[in-house]
Every structure is written in C-alpha cells, then in structure tokens.
C-alpha cells in the first residue's frame, strides 16, 4: 500500500511568494533585483523548497530579474 499525503505547516492569505533562485543573500541581508535592474531589501518568512514568503521591502505583483537560467 502507498499514501500521497501534503501537509500544510502554515496557510497565509495575501502572501508575496518569490522564487527562492531569485533570491541573493549575502551575510544576514537578503535582496532581489526588479525588473528595471535595481536591488532593494527583503524581509523573509518562512521557505519552502521553490519560494519563500516575502513579509517586508517588495510590492505584490513586482516584477523580477534574475540571473541567467533562473525562473522569476
């Protein structure tokens, strides 16, 4: 016998997800590149494997650069 179970750890409403190869981190700072090239600073909640929860610094339905074979 098998099971394909999800568990859902946390459900938020209004959440900003963002692509976790979008992300650049670099000590305890974390920042992500809009689409007109510049970086701004985030504020992240919780992961999960793909995306992380925005919860300061970015607009919902911002648009994104990333590098060069990332999604975003």
């Known amino acids: ?6 568990v859902e750890a ?5 959440a900003v997800l963002v692509p976790r190869s979008c992300l650049a981190v670099a000590g305890d700072m ?3 590149r ?3 090239g510049t970086s701004v600073s985030v504020r ?3 992961c999960s ?13 911002a648009r994104l650069r ?4 990332r999604a975003g």
């Open 10 to 14: 946390q459900r938020r409403e209004d």
């Open 30 to 32: 974390t920042t992500v």
């Open 1 to 6: 016998m098998s099971v394909k179970g999800e």
């Open 66 to 69: 990333c590098a060069a074979g």
């Open 34 to 36: 809009l689409g007109d």
């Open 49 to 61: 494997a793909p995306h992380c929860v925005v919860e300061g610094g970015l607009a919902a339905g």
């Open 44 to 46: 992240l909640g919780p």
